[in-house]
């Protein structure tokens, strides 16, 4: 069966695609370097409201995705990614991983024990 194949509804529409690619770099402590793409629908969203609230202008947009996802949770907080990838690409690609989600919890603070 086909996902869409019953559609009714003639509200439905395709989601408009990022103009841009965002990532995560890093090295970890044996000086390798590793880059993900990140496929977050949250982070589209950002883009879209920034987008938005900026009148149209995509670098402000940009700097302020990459103000969120690298000063406010790389920089300052622990992050998890949630990796993703697909069955056309698993067999082929040196690394067939995106993340698909960023999760940055908020820091546990230990109160004092004495």
């Known amino acids: ?13 395709v989601v408009k695609k990022l103009p841009y690619k965002f ?3 890093w090295e970890d402590e044996k000086g390798k370097i590793s880059k993900m793409m990140i496929e977050d629908w949250e982070m589209g969203q950002l883009y879209w409201n920034c987008l938005r609230r900026h009148d149209g202008d995509e670098m402000k ?7 969120k996802y690298f000063a406010s949770f790389a920089k300052k907080k ?8 697909t069955k056309e690409h698993h067999y082929k690609a040196h ?7 960023v999760f940055p919890p908020n820091p546990i603070v230990q109160g004092s024990l004495f």
């Open 61 to 67: 947009a940009c700097k302020d995705v990459e103000e």
């Open 95 to 101: 690394n067939p991983f995106v993340i698909i989600g």
């Open 23 to 25: 990532s995560y770099q």
């Open 1 to 13: 069966m086909s996902l869409f194949s019953s559609v009714k509804d003639n509200n439905f529409k």
């Open 78 to 85: 622990d992050i998890y990614f949630f990796l993703g990838t």
